[in-house]
């Protein structure tokens, strides 16, 4: 059953500037779905920017418990509001503070995110009187972007895509278990699984290696069936929205060729390609696997830059900039 809107934890509060950063609800399905809001710094309110975090177990700063502290959400929010831009960052349904929204958060689907994310665009309006919010949405989260704003959903500005997948999450799996000479062993194993969830089958978990069990669980397969039927090249097709897509050279999770891709099917969005640039958003000189994979687990180091330039730049651009 569909909630009233929950602004209970910020009724009276007021948008001022400099303010700092307070909780704020949005209607879920069962239960609130929890956020925090940080004020831009400056005169006034500014544009809001709503960020979507990525897959799994990843909270509204950004990180996850198997390991991932880069904070890449939060850095964005801090830099954003000292830009003049404000942020909402959420946790998803079902998962920390969010977790009283659904009884068991695997149960979802990109459509189940795509909805909540309406309801997040619904309560931000309510609350700051902005005419529409910009969402941002990382990795996972631009997907859910996509399918929130439909062709052209009422109260979003537009969408930006950070380290966004551009084509079917099989063809992304495929080439991340591919691209990782550790998985040699198990890979035929891996591209098997994937295969199968495609064909809308679940695979035998029990028979996979120790390693690939976490990754094809059971509790999440029929969502990863659902993701691999969505091909985001479609979706952003048929967006009416202004689109920023923003890629950084050094991902090893997504690759320009997703940009690229993505940019193909909406010649009107706006690409940034970053070079030393990865998935985190953080700053990589090299090419070595192992120096790229450990700034997801340091909080202190700040995002690559550009990033911060290029969102700022395309959601409250100088007149005429756009």
């Known amino acids: 059953m569909r909630l009233v809107v929950l602004l209970a934890g910020i009724v009276g509060f007021a948008m001022t500037s400099g303010a700092a950063a307070i909780e704020i609800e949005a209607p879920g399905p069962q239960g609130p779905l929890a956020g925090t809001l940080l004020p831009a710094a400056g005169p006034a309110i500014g544009p809001v920017v709503l960020i979507v975090p990525g897959s799994g177990p990843t909270d509204r700063d950004g990180n996850s418990p198997p390991g991932i502290r880069a904070c890449a959400c939060r850095l964005l929010a801090e830099g954003l509001a000292a830009r003049g831009i404000s942020t909402v960052r959420i946790d998803k349904r079902g998962m920390f503070a969010s977790a009283r ?31 529409c919010v910009w969402v941002l949405g990382h990795s996972e989260g631009g997907l859910v972007a996509l399918a929130a704003a439909g062709g052209n959903e009422a109260g979003i500005c537009g ?13 992304v799996l495929r080439e991340q278990f591919s691209s990782n000479p550790a998985n040699a062993p198990i890979l035929a194993e891996a591209l098997a699984a994937v295969s199968a969830l495609e064909a ?27 993701t691999l039927a969505v091909d985001p090249a479609r979706l952003i097709a048929d967006c009416r929205k202004p689109v920023l897509i923003l890629q950084g050279e050094r991902d090893l999770q997504t690759s320009v060729t997703d940009a690229e891709r993505l940019k193909a099917a909406a010649p009107q969005a706006k690409l940034v390609l970053l070079p030393d640039t990865n998935h985190v958003l953080k700053e990589v000189g090299t090419a070595d696997r192992s120096a790229n994979l450990g700034t997801y687990g340091d909080p202190h180091l700040p995002l690559a830059p550009g990033v911060v330039d290029a969102i700022a730049g395309f959601v409250a651009p100088a007149p005429g900039n756009r």
């Open 101 to 131: 929204a659904v009884p068991d958060a695997n149960a979802v689907t990109i459509a189940d995110y795509a909805q909540d994310v309406r309801a997040w665009v619904g309560a931000i309006r309510a609350k700051t009187g902005a005419p």
């Open 159 to 171: 969408l930006v895509l950070a380290a966004a997948p551009g084509r079917p999450l099989g063809e």
């Open 200 to 226: 809308g089958r679940r695979p035998d978990v029990a028979r996979m290696h120790l390693a690939l069990r976490p990754v094809f669980d059971p509790k999440v397969q029929d969502f990863l069936i659902g």
